[in-house]
Nanobody, 131 residues
Framework: QVQLVESGGGLVQPGGSLRLACTAS????????VGWFRQAPGKEREGVSC??????????YYTDSVKGRFTISRDNFRNTVYLQMNSLKPEDTAVYYC??????????????????????WGQGTQVTVSS
């Protein structure tokens, strides 16, 4: 059974940084686009950032609210995708989920993030930004 495991969440003050990691087991991230999604209490889940399967020159998508602050990257050798989050704001507080989808199922990584086109989900990691 495919497993995605997120790590790196926690409590951080506004302006601080966190790096989330998503590691896959029982399957390889090769030929899969991977994304980070988040859901805050009382809000719908939204796609935060998605990255294509190409490691050398991947395509990346970011939702407007995180552009310039968050960076998504992947290390296919370690079967891990990262989300570096800087200049965190209280409105970034949410449960962050990792998701993956095989390349043939999406046209663009923007489609993956905006339309929630995913096959596999992790259990989520809590990120709380508060003073």
């Amino acid at each position: 059974q495919v497993q995605l495991v997120e790590s790196g969440g926690g409590l951080v003050q506004p302006g601080g940084s966190l790096r989330l990691a998503c590691t896959a087991s029982r399957f390889t991230f090769d030929y899969h686009a991977v994304g980070w999604f988040r859901q805050a209490p009382g809000k719908e889940r939204e796609g935060v950032s998605c990255i294509s399967d190409r490691e050398e020159t991947p395509y990346r998508y970011y939702t407007d609210s995180v552009k310039g602050r968050f960076t998504i990257s992947r290390d296919n050798f370690r079967n891990t995708v990262y989300l570096q989050m800087n200049s965190l704001k209280p409105e970034d507080t949410a449960v962050y989920y990792c998701a993956a989808v095989p390349r043939p199922k999406i046209t663009t990584v923007q489609a993956m993030c905006v339309l929630n086109v995913t096959d596999y989900w992790g259990q989520g990691t809590q990120v709380t930004v508060s003073s």
